[in-house]
Structure formats: structure tokens, C-alpha cells
């Protein structure tokens, strides 16, 4: 007899006897209600077991039955637009199973098998095709052609294609002849733990474009880079993930509630049929997957979402796509890490972490890249990961191993999220690492002088900083009026730039040319200002100007698809400071 | 029929071992006899013929020689019809108010199952509580998590007793209030009791109560007694549920005690590492569901040891609900009730349930000025504490004013004082009129010319 014997459960780990034949990190069944499981040691005759469900109600001596396979996803036509669990079980066939509340035992089921779709072949009988090519394609959304690919590892001479029909993804429709026969249908399985194969890495060169301001401006993420999100309770991680999921330039986005709340989830799958990308203008669904394991779902299927998640992820990138990858948050990921270590009575490392929580951070962070295809083609796989520190407090063990592998680390900042200063993103302690490789592709695409700019106000903004300790002690009066311009003018970038309202039909997305212009504007007004306070102009006068309420609005009152608005401001503010110029000369 | 098994190999803490055990499950309910009577307990480990057993009450007086336990094969279940209506059950879901036992073919597991996240429906109708606080800056919504930060002898009965009060939780008498009590004390009990009966709501309200001299144990399961009845007035009958649920700190000890007891890998603060995952579990069970009518409305309160917000009970409470009002030991010291510090706290759920169409256009744009109107009112006070006040700029005197104005005539509040949402906001706009209109730049211009009073 070939199954496993269980002679120990403690919630979702469990132990085996008669364990000899399963390999490790192989999927099981587990018990009668053949729960979802994956080996996760073995040892002599015994085995060790996470289950991704619910283990109550099990009992010793049940049985652990061996599937053969490591823990697999299936990849092809049915992902976009849908909701899965941490394995990539359709959210809405569990409801049609077990309703409203999730049930144990439900099985392994996948993308919908009986679904049938239009087939376009690419290839003809006799071709001869290489790993990773495509040899068909599916309108899977009008955004999203689905390619069919041959899956890595595979490869031969065509001896059978199907007639151009439509067919379900169980269907047989191709054959390569290698050394041996290949039936290829319209999916392949890829075991989650395992990065899929690329030709090779590119250096980065393009910023994911994401419309928020203090982003692409300030802190720049990339095509096929990394970045993190971390950040207290209520500071803007899911807020932010959710604008980049709306807005960011990417062609397929994979989001992962990963232990994080029911509701948010819901608010997505409500919010993004409606909303339109500025791009296609069609709905967001269309080029979005969720994978949702909620914080009350079972723990050990958390564990397995963000790998579930860069699977496929990196399997739309196959096809020669963008895709950006949000998980919201990493942190729950590695508690459950955590969690099953601890109930595997592993020797905790720091704050009972186990000691591989970094080698794991690295391997999935690893997974991003700007790489060439199996079949040739340029495409990315971008992570922005959320990350939960215990207590707000950065120097916990997740925040700090996450900043070793990521290249762009946006700090949430309570005190920011407290005063409704929106994203609470805060400039002296996020950073890029990404600005010089990005530094071509702004120059020739925004503006020559855009990083110039952006360094110029990031100036002030570290000056301001500096000048507050000492308003604190003695009040902003006693400043000279040129630092209190400094002053001003970062009130300008605060509030006129960096806080943007993600509720505001127009500022919650913002392209790149208008960031610029706004940018410009500010640093039009400073120079005149800082010129005209040498001249003797008083700082009063120069906040009382209506040039500078005009540029705290300017995010409003100037459309993104602005004509000569910046222009018009650009004189008004030009002709102001003359008039106001010529009344203090002439005094 | 069950077996009996006799076989106790140890008693430790709040744990039974016993061995030779056959055909025992996972988390299933046990019965233990005692000289003192039957007791209760769940499998929390099995391993060969051994299960570890937690048991709910005390396990003080009990030896290995006299003690039989029946596994019940069942996990944890309680008895739901309508008539829970009014009754008053122990932490276990036994009635213990003389009226006799709740008899009625629906059964429930109070461990709940996982709403699965498409079957949600997303809570967007507000909820008037009354006080100008959480109307304006974080207003309650139906189906929403909001707990109540608070600390040790602050009066957060009182905010959870007029919120209970005053709140419109549903139009008509389709509403039904659920109290889960953790090691509160009596006091703290009866003032509830007390404040039902006064407010004529008590024949709504379903109460389970461990109080603090009752069995540590029992309270990890009184929440989930607690939401399991919600779920049923608010799923099988259609209610519009508010469960309030105090003190969610001690629950949180209770865990902490078991974990120590099983000898878990500690996290932070000696709580243990599932600690997340466990009031998750709880938390979750607030909402709505497409297609039902009812909806549960979670108010947790839980005290701040030492009022640290970062102490890890407030911290996973915050990772995990929909926002959190934040109440301040120190605004209460200058006598103001209630005293909640606003900036801290937060409504995650008023972005979707404010605004046109349901309160007033200007509502969002209001709160985000006060917001940060007070932020800078705390620096200026923060400086005049430097500098003293009377060398405070002019502008500055101004943010002094407002910030006064602010806490006596916004914040502060009667305790049987109503202030309806809209009352709230008028209010609002006459404390930022103390301001320069070029001040209040979270305001779009065309409502700042509609609404300033200056
Ligand atoms: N860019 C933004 N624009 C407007 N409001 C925002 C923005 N970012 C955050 N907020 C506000 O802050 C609240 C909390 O944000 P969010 O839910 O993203 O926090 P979080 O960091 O994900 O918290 P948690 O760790 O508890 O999940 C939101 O409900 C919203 O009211
Ligand atoms: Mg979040």
C-alpha cells in the first residue's frame, strides 16, 4: 500500500507514517475529506504535511494519498478576470459548491475545463518548434490574446494540428514529434516553487508607469524591478497597491491578497469592471487576476498564494507581456512561514522567524525581471510587494530582509497618514534605486531637465526639514524671508504635488507630462520669488500672491489632457512677480 | 455509545493529556467528568494514540485518577433559533439566566467558516451615531470592523453604550445587538445590562459573558459563541446585527496562557506567532452578503496595556479591521468626553459610504481639513510650549483658537447629547471659519466659496 498513515495533527501540519514513496514538496491528499496537502519534509518512513484546508475533523490513521506531482498550477485560457484562492481554485466554483461560506474538501479544482474558445493556430504541420513558442492564440479578453505556448523543455517537428475551432482546454491540439510524441493542449502545468525558464536577463531600462506623482517622479519603479511598500496599520499599503493595480502601464496585473481582508478584495472585484484604463479604454478586469487568501482563510494556502501568483505571472511574461505583481501583504506570507515553522517546532531565528525567511524573500523577489523570452520576445515581470511591520516599527526582521532585495523602498509614514497627507509616502526615507538606469529612457521621453527638477525639489524638501527643527523651537518668524521661502515653496511641493487624491476622478491618475509641467511650475515660482525677496519683496506679500494659490490647485483646476494651461499659469505668474517687482522698486 | 477513556497521563496548566485514545479527531468537543461535574475541553493535539486536550474551565482540582473524558466527535456547536433574543448565556453558550435551554433543530459550529470573498457584498450605508467625532472623521458603516482602542479606566463603555444608544442600525425593529464580554468585570456588565434596559433595547440583545473571575479558557471561544449567533440573526434571519465585543485584550491573554502551556515558539510579547491568523478568524466575521439582507456591525473594544498602540493586541486589531477610534488618556485628563484622538483614528470604510448621494458633498473634503487643520494645531501648540503663547505668530494664535474651539465645542459631546451627521458638519465648518480661508487648502475652491463662514 502506497498511502501515508497520519499519526499527528496540529492544525495545518500533520505527520505520516508510510511515507517512503512521496517525494518532497509533493501535492497529497489528505484524510477522507482528501484535503489539499504538500509534503514538506521527509524523514526515513516519516513525512511531514501543510494542508491547505481546514484540518478539523481529522483523525489519526486516515490515510495521505500521493498525487505524483509537485504542487502544480494550471496555466491557460480562464485566469484573466477571475478570483482564486492561494492555489489557484476558482473562488467562484467554490461558491457554486459549498455557498456563501468556504468548505473544506471542495478537491483540486482549476480553471474552468468544460469552457470552450476559439483557437487561432500559428503554425502548420512540419514546422519545427523550439520551448516557449507560441503556436496558438485566444481572445482570452479583448485586452489580453492569450498565446499558446510550447511549454519548456518541449520541443519537435509538428506532425498534427487541430482544425481552426473552438475547443476546451482538455482538448489535444497539437502534436510534436521529438524523440518521442508530445499532445499538447491548451494549458501546461508548472509547479509554483519553480521560477519559469527565460533566455536571459536584460539590464532595466523602462519605469513602470504608475501615475501617481510621488512615484514616478520622486521614486521611480521599473519594468521587471522591485519594490516595497512598508508601513504601519491604516498608513496606505492597500490603497497604493490598489491605485498601481488601476493605473500602473503594465499589460496584465496579478494581485494578492495575502492575508489581508475579505472586504478589500470584494472592493476590487466590484470597483475594476468599472473602471476603464486610461490606455485601452476598456474595463480594468480585463487584464486583472486576483488571488485572494484572506487573513481567516486557511494559513497554509497564504504560504502557497505568492508563489501561485509569480507563476502566473511569469507565465503571461512568456508571452512576451508586462505584467506587474502586487501582494498585499508579504508580511502575512511570512508569518505563515512562521507559523508552520513554528508548529514544525523549527529553532526560530529572529523574532521566531525561521532562519530561511530571507533566502525565501530573495528567491521571490528573484523572480522579477526584464528578461528576453523563451521565443525571443522583450517582457517583465514586476513585484511590488506590501510589507506589515509589527508595531509600525521598520527594524523588524521582514521590513529589514525585504529592503536587502528590493530596488525602490517607499516608507509609509504614520504621521503623514495621521495628518490625511495622502500618499503618506514619506520623500526623506523612500528611495530609487532605479534612477540612473531610468535616467535615458525620462531624458528622452518627459523632459531633459526632469531628474534636474526632481533633485532641485527634493532639495528644498531635505532643507525644509532641517529649517522645521529649528521652527520648533523658536517659530517660523525669526526665520530670514529666503528660508522661509523655503519654507513656502515646500508647502508647494507638499501639498501642491506630493499629496494626491486617489477619490479625484482627475488627479487619482496622472501622466508623466503633467507631472513635469507641475514640477515646472514650482520651480518657476521659487526662482522669481527667491529673485524678488533679494530685491527686497517680503515673504507675506509673496504668499498673499495669486500665483501661489493658483499652483496649490493647479492638480485641480488643470485637466490632464491640458491645452495651454500651464502656459497661461506660466505667464500669469511671470507677469505677478514684474508688477509686484516694480512696486517695491519703485518705493 | 462514546467511549469513555480513563487514561490521563498528565494535567498541565490548562491541559489534559491522555493516551490510548482511539477514533479522535481534530478539534472535536470533549466532555470530562469530574467529581465536580462535567467539564468541558477540545482536542488541540493528536499525536499516535495521545490527544491534548485544552480545557475551557479550571483544571485546578482535577487528577489523573478521577477524571473520565467522552469524546463527543462534534466540534463546539450552540443551539440558534430567535428565541436567543433577550437571553443570557456563559462564555460556553450555556444559558445562564434561569430560562432554560435554547431548543431548536439549527445547530451551528462556533468556529465559523470563511466568508468566501466573492459571496461579499461591500459595505457602503453609514451609520449615524450621534457623536460629531465618529459621524465626521470616521464614520461608522454598516457591515464594518471598527474597534475601540482604549485603556484602563478610560470610559469606553460609555462611547460602545451611546454609539448602542443612538445609533440607526437598521430602519425599523430589524436589528439585534450581540455583547460578547472577556474577563470584564461585573461592574462592567451590569453597567451594560443596566444601559440596555434603559434604552428599551434588552429584549434585542443576545449576551455571552465570561467575566473576569470565570475560566481564562472559556473566553477564547466567547467571541466566537458570540458571531456565531450573529451570524445566524444576521444570515438566517435577516437582522441587522452590532456585536460589541469586550475586552478583546484579556481574550488575547487567554491565548497568550494556552500557547505558554503548550510551550509554543513565542512571538512578540510572549503572545503566540498565530496570534494574526487567530483574531483574523474573529474579526473577518463582520459584513454583508450578496444576496442576504442582514449585516454584522463589529464594535471590539480592547484596553492598551500601558496605552501603547504599538503593544501587538492594538497592532494586529489595526493590521486587521476596517480603521479604529483611538481613545486618549490625556484628552480625558483635560475632561473631555469623548475623548478621542482623532488623528490616529480612522475609518477605512467612509471613503465609499460619505459624500454625495449619501451625507454631503463637502463631508470628505471637511474631514481631511480638520484632519489636518488639528495635525498643525498640535505643532503650534507644541511650539507655544516653547516659546510661550504670546509669541505665537498671528496666524499661529489663530490654529490656538481653533484647536480650543475644536475640542470644547466639536469633540466634546454630552453623553446623552445627538448631533445629527449634517449638524456635525455645520459645526465643522463653523470651527475651520476661525481660520483664514487660505489656510484650508484640502478644500476645492467651489466649496470653500459655498460653505465658509468667515
Ligand atoms: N492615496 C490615498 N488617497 C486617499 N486616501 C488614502 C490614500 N492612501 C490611504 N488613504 C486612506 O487611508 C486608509 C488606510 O489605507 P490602507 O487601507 O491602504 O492602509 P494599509 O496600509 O493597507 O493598512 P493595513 O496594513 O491595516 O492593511 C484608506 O482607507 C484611506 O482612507
Ligand atoms: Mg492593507
Not at chain 1, 217 to 223: C, D, G, H, R
Not at chain 2, 35 to 45: A, F, L, P, S, Y
Not at chain 2, 322 to 351: A, F, T, W
Amino acid at each position: 500500500m502506497d498511502n501515508g498513515i497520519i499519526t499527528y495533527i496540529n492544525g495545518p501540519v500533520i505527520k505520516a507514517k508510510n511515507m517512503k514513496n512521496f517525494r518532497m514538496r509533493e501535492m497529497v491528499a489528505v484524510g477522507e475529506k482528501k484535503l489539499i496537502g504538500e509534503v514538506i519534509s521527509i524523514y526515513e518512513d516519516f513525512g511531514t504535511v501543510q494542508v491547505y484546508e481546514e484540518t478539523a475533523g481529522l483523525k489519526i490513521g486516515e490515510f495521505v494519498y500521493p498525487t505524483g506531482k509537485p504542487l502544480s498550477v494550471k496555466l491557460g485560457p480562464g485566469i484573466i478576470g477571475n478570483i482564486f484562492d492561494g492555489i489557484e481554485r476558482p473562488l467562484n466554483k467554490i461558491k457554486e459548491y459549498s455557498g456563501n461560506f468556504i468548505n473544506e474538501g471542495i478537491g483540486l479544482i482549476s480553471i474552468d475545463p468544460n469552457k470552450r474558445w476559439k483557437v487561432n493556430f500559428l503554425v502548420k504541420e512540419g514546422e519545427y518548434l523550439e520551448e516557449g513558442q507560441p503556436f496558438a492564440y485566444v481572445e482570452e479578453t479583448p485586452l489580453i490574446k492569450h498565446y499558446i505556448m510550447v511549454p519548456p523543455k518541449v520541443k519537435g517537428r509538428v506532425t498534427y494540428v487541430a482544425a481552426d475551432s473552438e475547443y476546451c482546454i482538455e482538448d489535444v491540439i497539437l502534436k510534436l514529434q521529438d524523440d518521442k510524441e508530445y499532445e499538447l493542449k491548451m494549458y501546461q502545468e508548472w509547479p509554483v516553487r519553480i521560477p519559469r525558464p527565460v533566455k536571459r536577463r536584460f539590464p532595466i531600462e523602462k519605469p513602470l508607469i504608475t501615475g501617481q506623482r510621488v512615484i514616478d517622479t520622486f521614486f521611480p519603479i521599473a519594468k521587471g524591478g522591485t519594490a516595497a511598500i512598508p508601513g504601519g496599520f491604516g498608513t496606505g499599503k492597500t490603497m497604493t497597491q490598489h491605485q498601481l493595480a488601476k493605473w500602473s502601464d503594465a499589460d496584465v496585473i496579478v494581485y494578492i491578497g495575502c492575508g489581508e481582508r475579505g472586504n478589500e478584495m470584494t472592493e476590487v472585484l466590484e470597483d475594476f469592471p468599472k473602471l476603464i484604463d486610461p490606455n485601452s479604454n476598456l474595463p480594468l478586469m480585463n487584464r486583472t487576476i486576483l488571488i485572494a487568501n484572506t487573513s481567516n482563510m486557511p494559513v497554509a494556502a497564504r504560504e502557497a498564494s505568492i508563489y501561485t501568483g509569480i507563476t502566473i505571472a511569469e507565465y503571461f511574461r512568456d508571452m512576451g507581456y508586462n505584467v506587474a505583481i502586487m501582494a498585499d501583504s508579504t508580511s502575512r506570507w511570512a508569518e505563515a512561514l512562521r507559523e508552520i515553522s513554528g508548529r514544525l517546532e523549527e529553532m526560530p531565528a529572529e523574532e521566531g522567524y525561521p532562519a530561511y525567511l530571507a533566502s525565501r524573500l530573495a528567491e521571490f523577489y528573484e523572480r522579477a525581471g526584464y528578461v528576453e523570452t523563451l521565443s525571443g520576445k522583450e517582457a517583465s515581470v514586476s513585484i511590488i510587494g506590501a510589507v506589515s511591520p509589527a508595531g509600525g516599527d521598520f527594524s523588524e526582521p521582514v521590513t529589514q530582509n525585504t529592503k536587502r532585495f528590493v530596488s525602490v523602498f517607499l516608507s509609509l509614514d504614520r504621521n503623514l497618514a495621521y495628518s490625511r497627507h495622502y500618499p503618506a509616502i514619506n520623500w526623506l526615507s523612500s528611495y530609487s534605486g532605479y534612477l540612473s538606469l531610468l535616467n535615458d529612457w525620462y531624458r528622452k521621453n518627459v523632459s531633459e531637465d526632469f531628474f534636474k527638477l526632481r533633485g532641485e525639489m527634493l532639495k528644498v524638501l531635505q532643507e525644509e526639514n532641517k529649517l522645521l527643527e529649528i521652527v520648533k523651537l523658536v517659530g517660523e518668524d525669526v526665520l530670514p524671508d529666503d528660508q522661509r521661502l523655503i519654507l513656502e515653496v515646500a508647502r508647494l511641493i507638499k501639498i501642491g504635488f506630493l499629496q494626491q487624491n486617489a477619490y479625484h476622478p482627475e488627479d487619482t491618475y496622472v501622466p508623466l507630462h503633467k507631472q513635469y509641467n507641475m514640477l515646472r511650475m514650482i520651480k518657476l515660482f521659487y526662482d522669481k520669488a527667491l529673485f524678488a525677496i533679494k530685491k527686497g519683496v517680503p515673504i507675506g506679500k509673496i504668499r498673499q500672491m495669486k500665483g501661489y494659490s493658483e499652483i496649490l490647485k493647479m492638480k485641480y483646476s488643470i485637466p490632464n489632457e491640458y491645452k495651454d494651461e500651464f502656459d497661461n499659469l506660466q505667464r500669469n505668474i511671470e507677469e505677478e512677480f514684474s508688477q509686484i517687482l516694480k512696486s517695491y522698486e519703485g518705493d | 455509545m462514546q467511549k469513555e477513556f480513563l487514561h490521563v497521563e498528565k494535567i498541565e496548566g490548562p491541559l489534559l493529556i491522555l493516551s490510548e485514545v482511539e477514533d479522535v479527531s481534530y478539534d472535536e468537543i470533549v466532555e470530562i467528568k469530574t467529581r465536580d461535574g462535567i467539564k468541558h475541553g477540545k482536542v488541540v493535539q493528536l499525536y499516535e494514540d495521545k490527544a491534548i486536550i485544552q480545557v475551557f474551565e479550571t483544571t485546578s482540582g482535577l487528577s489523573v485518577k478521577d477524571v473520565a473524558v467522552k469524546f463527543t466527535g462534534k466540534p463546539l456547536e450552540i443551539s440558534l433559533s430567535k428565541d436567543i433574543l433577550g437571553r443570557i448565556f456563559n462564555g460556553f453558550g450555556v444559558p445562564i439566566d434561569g430560562g432554560g435551554p435554547i431548543f431548536s433543530p439549527i445547530k451551528m459550529n462556533v468556529n465559523g467558516r470563511p466568508i468566501n470573498p466573492v459571496a461579499r457584498k461591500y459595505p457602503r450605508n453609514y451609520i449615524q451615531t450621534g457623536i460629531s467625532a465618529i459621524d465626521l472623521l470616521t464614520t461608522l458603516i454598516r457591515g464594518q470592523k471598527l474597534p475601540i482602542f482604549s485603556g484602563n479606566g478610560l470610559p469606553h463603555n460609555e462611547i460602545a453604550a451611546q454609539i448602542i444608544n443612538q445609533a440607526k442600525i437598521a430602519d425599523g425593529e430589524n436589528f439585534a445587538i450581540v455583547f460578547g464580554a472577556m474577563g470584564i468585570k461585573h461592574d462592567d456588565a451590569h453597567y451594560f445590562t443596566k444601559m440596555f434596559e434603559e434604552s428599551g433595547v434588552l429584549e434585542r440583545v443576545v449576551m455571552f459573558l465570561n467575566l473576569a473571575d470565570d475560566p481564562v479558557v472559556e473566553r477564547i471561544v466567547t467571541p466566537r459563541c458570540a458571531l456565531t449567533a450573529a451570524e445566524y440573526l444576521a444570515f438566517n434571519e435577516d437582522m441587522h446585527v452590532l456585536v460589541v465585543l469586550s475586552d478583546m485584550t484579556s481574550y488575547c491573554e487567554a491565548l497568550r496562557e494556552i500557547s505558554s502551556a503548550r510551550e509554543e515558539v513565542p512571538g512578540r510579547k510572549g503572545y503566540p506567532g498565530y496570534l494574526y491568523s487567530d483574531l483574523a478568524s474573529i474579526y473577518e466575521r463582520a459584513g454583508i452578503i450578496e444576496g442576504s439582507k442582514g449585516s454584522i456591525t463589529q464594535i471590539p473594544i480592547l484596553t492598551m496595556p500601558n496605552d501603547d498602540i504599538t503593544h501587538p493586541v492594538p497592532d494586529l486589531t489595526g493590521y486587521i479591521t476596517e480603521g479604529q477610534i483611538v481613545l486618549s488618556r490625556e484628552i480625558y485628563q483635560r475632561n473631555i468626553y469623548p475623548p478621542i484622538n482623532i488623528l490616529p483614528s480612522l475609518s477605512r470604510l467612509m471613503k465609499d459610504g460619505i459624500g454625495e448621494g449619501y451625507t454631503r458633498e463637502d463631508h470628505p473634503s471637511v474631514a481631511n481639513q480638520v484632519f489636518a487643520s488639528y495635525t498643525k494645531y498640535q505643532e503650534v501648540l507644541a511650539l507655544a510650549q516653547v516659546i510661550g503663547e504670546d509669541e505665537l505668530s498671528s496666524i499661529d494664535k489663530k490654529y490656538m483658537e481653533f484647536g480650543r474651539a475644536f475640542e470644547d465645542k466639536f469633540l466634546k459631546h454630552d453623553f446623552y447629547e445627538e448631533r445629527s451627521i449634517i449638524e456635525s458638519i455645520d459645526l465643522a465648518w463653523s470651527i475651520l471659519s476661525i481660520l483664514p480661508k487660505n489656510e484650508l487648502d484640502r478644500i476645492e475652491p467651489k466649496l470653500l466659496d459655498k460653505y465658509y463662514k468667515g
